[in-house]
């Protein structure tokens, strides 16, 4: 058991322009993806500075902007850690520039396009080739595979939020939901679907895509991943999983807790603030981290402590003093201290011991 000194001293505080292209009716419940919602939305950060996001913000615009012909595209980027973005870009073209545009690059992804705007007797090309012509009104949406030649003839003024839909994202969601990654998302294309929520999903996000500067990021994140879990429920049969493992966290939760904690070997993050990211009240989320552990949160973060110590005391260079406050520990003597309970001998014996084994290699090499 750990030193309750040693928890409360340096340990966790426990506070209380126009769219792409789908084609069918569909209004399915979103039950399971809103239970969801809040465990999934955790996985998704803004990875790096605002700056980071405004940059890919407008290159991801002005991509969009640039087929279309139009000035510019407001565009709002949902990062994802270690995963390609989503993203979501509104076009609006009151006077258009008619034609076909240019194809689309080809990758690995979709195009969910959510109109505001009639089209009578629209034109979409897949593979080179046209599709047979719909007309899709205001409040339906077409899904375009970019992994095939797309593009589009425009004739008409035209209004749509492109919601840009990666496969790294899609897997991610599948993961984190600890299901069967999909394979493909069903369409007809050329033949726009009808989804009310899609629909009312799109529809929260075009104000604040207006207003851009006063948006706030978490909500963005918020309804983009419920768009995108919802579209592969719905179009892409993902089966989400609503059960946690008895008594204890799912599996994406204790990787985020894990990560939270990892992130703050010093303690500063609080006990709320980890089980609000997993979607748990503070003694739901310490119960179900010992039951999946064997360990209380502030344990498993000493003993994460000690384990990074034991990497960074491999470096001869490195000062113990220098370790001690690295792995957020108060001081040497703290250091020293809940080290030699743990493994059984101090930092220093350990460090002898390693260098020991080391020359012995080197020896056998020889």
Not at 81 to 103: F, H, K, Q, S, W
Not at 159 to 187: C, G, K, N, V, W
């Amino acid at each position: 058991m750990a030193d309750p000194d040693d928890a409360a001293e340096r340990g966790l505080h426990r506070t209380e322009g126009t769219g792409a292209a789908v084609g069918r009716s569909a209004t399915p419940s979103s039950k399971d993806a809103t239970t969801h919602l809040d465990c999934m939305r955790t996985r998704m950060q803004a990875a790096g500075r605002r700056d980071d996001h405004n940059e890919d913000s407008s290159a991801i615009g002005q991509r969009l902007a640039d087929l279309f012909q139009i000035k510019e595209a407001p565009t709002f980027v949902v990062r994802k850690l270690g995963l390609t973005n989503m993203a979501v870009t509104e076009i609006r073209a009151d006077d258009p520039v008619r034609g076909l545009i240019d194809p689309v690059p080809t990758e690995d992804a979709f195009i969910l396009g959510l109109m505001f705007r009639d089209l009578d007797n629209h034109e979409v090309w897949e593979s080179g080739r046209p599709c047979p012509r719909h007309s899709a009104a205001a409040g339906q949406f077409y899904l375009r595979d970019l992994k095939r030649k797309q593009g589009a003839l425009i004739e008409q003024p035209h209004h749509s939020l492109q919601f840009y839909l990666p496969r790294a994202a899609l897997d991610q969601i599948s993961d984190d939901a600890e299901a069967r990654r999909i394979s493909e998302l069903r369409y007809r294309p050329g033949v726009p679907i009808s989804d009310p929520v899609v629909w009312k999903l799109g529809s929260c996000l075009l104000p604040a895509l207006e207003h851009h500067e006063q948006a706030n990021r978490l909500f963005f994140e918020h309804v983009t991943l419920a768009l995108g879990i919802h579209v592969a429920q719905v179009y892409g049969d993902l089966k989400l999983r609503s059960k946690t493992r008895k008594g204890g966290l799912a599996g994406w939760q204790e990787r985020r807790a894990k990560e939270l904690l990892s992130a703050s070997l010093s303690g500063e993050v609080s006990l709320k603030e980890v089980a609000q990211q997993c979607g748990l009240s503070v003694s739901h989320f310490a119960r179900a981290f010992r039951e999946t552990t064997g360990l209380a949160p502030h344990q498993w973060l000493i003993r994460r402590r000690v384990e990074v110590a034991k990497a960074l005391l491999r470096n001869p260079n490195m000062l113990l003093t220098e370790v001690a406050l690295m792995c957020g520990f108060a001081d040497q003597s703290h250091f020293t201290r809940v080290f030699s309970r743990i493994v059984g001998i101090s930092p220093g014996a350990w460090r002898r011991n390693c260098e020991i084994d080391v020359d012995q290699i080197r020896a056998l090499d020889q």
